[in-house]
């Protein structure tokens, strides 16, 4: 009897095991940490749509605006879609006699979406978060080529590639690498090649590119923040970027470190990591909003300011500071002939 208990179904079978011991979805820990999680979604959801209400018909678009507006969407996404799975996972708690339908296929695939849905929202911040900080980063280094030779639409184009990437990136890493299969013994089956091969490209796009081109533009960014004059840089704008990567370094980027090791060891320990950088990375995406509200505010002297000017107190600086450079570049010119 106690060797039928070990034993799997005669099939492969698909599972959301973690390991042998440890399930995705824990009755203990979900009672507590999936409330947390669906209340900073419902809030990270409300910033995030203001945001994109008001980038979309009140706020002068501009290249940074663009990529904002883009990162709010991803965000939005990926709060409701982990909404949506905390959901899932509390009626299973709730509610004992769905337990035996957790293992039933169409559950199975329902939650397999909503995970890929939430990778495509995260893997999409973290490009986007990329390119916007190299964007600036090449603003303040070579501000009069940049603004002079700088292809009009190309955050529109950016973005698209990246969504296009990212879903690429996320179809992969779900297909090959998310699933854990068990054998008729009961034992995890080796992965396939395809599985290295999309661990080795997540890992180089993740560490290679994206995650040092990040950090060293926001290095740039806080320097030139530090250094340049009041009156020249968009001082706001460069606040809220940096401050925005270093949210998503210190809140994101461990759930990255965690799918790794997952997909190369498909070993999680006991202790419910996935559950809790679930719930940092819930705070990330709903925290951006804030940062523009409280960054868009200072040195405000007036008593009563629109939630509308707060926004274009963080992205109007871009503008002023483009039309200073460009008058300054025609006074030097003038001044050599």
């Not at 769905?98 to 397999?112: A, F, M, R």
């Not at 690429?168 to 297909?175: D, K, P, R, V």
Request: glycine share 4%; net charge positive; hydrophobic share 45%.
């Amino acid at each position: 009897m106690e060797e039928n208990n070990m034993t799997m179904p005669p099939s492969v079978t698909e599972t959301l095991y973690w390991n042998n011991h440890t399930m995705l979805f824990k009755p203990v820990y979900n009672i507590v940490i999936s409330p947390i999680t669906m209340i900073l979604s419902i809030f990270g959801m409300t910033g995030n749509s203001l945001v994109v209400w008001y980038l979309s018909f009140k706020i002068k678009r501009t290249t940074s605006t663009i990529y904002i507006f883009n990162l709010a969407v991803a965000d939005n996404g990926f709060l409701l879609f982990v909404f949506v799975l905390h959901i899932l996972s509390m009626v299973f708690v709730m509610i004992p006699h769905l337990e035996s339908q957790y293992e039933d296929e169409h559950v199975i695939n329902v939650i397999g979406a909503l995970t890929l849905a939430c990778l495509f929202g995260y893997n999409t911040s973290l490009c986007l978060l990329t390119a916007i900080s190299i964007e600036r980063c090449l603003s303040v280094l070579f501000p009069i080529w940049y603004h002079c030779n700088r292809p009009r639409h190309l955050s529109s184009i950016v973005c698209t590639l990246i969504w296009i990437i990212s879903c690429t990136l996320s179809a992969l890493e779900m297909s090959f690498c998310y699933s854990v299969i068990y054998n008729s013994k009961g034992l995890i089956e080796e992965s396939g090649n395809e599985c290295k091969v999309v661990f080795i490209l997540i890992c180089c796009f993740s560490f290679l590119i994206f995650i040092p081109c990040m950090i060293m533009s926001s290095l740039v960014l806080l320097i030139k923040l530090q250094t340049s004059s009041h009156q020249r840089q968009p001082k706001k704008l460069y606040i809220v970027i940096t401050v925005t990567v270093l949210f998503f370094l210190v809140f994101g980027m461990p759930m990255r470190f965690l799918l790794l090791v997952w997909y190369k060891r498909h070993i999680m320990p006991p202790f419910p990591l996935m559950d809790i950088f679930s719930l940092f990375c819930s705070f990330n995406s709903s925290i951006n909003p804030f940062i523009y509200f409280l960054v868009g505010r200072q040195g405000s002297r007036s008593g009563k300011i629109t939630l509308l000017a707060i926004f274009q107190a963080v992205f109007r600086d871009e503008g002023n500071y483009m039309k200073r450079e460009q008058k300054r570049s025609v006074q030097a010119d003038e001044t050599t002939m």
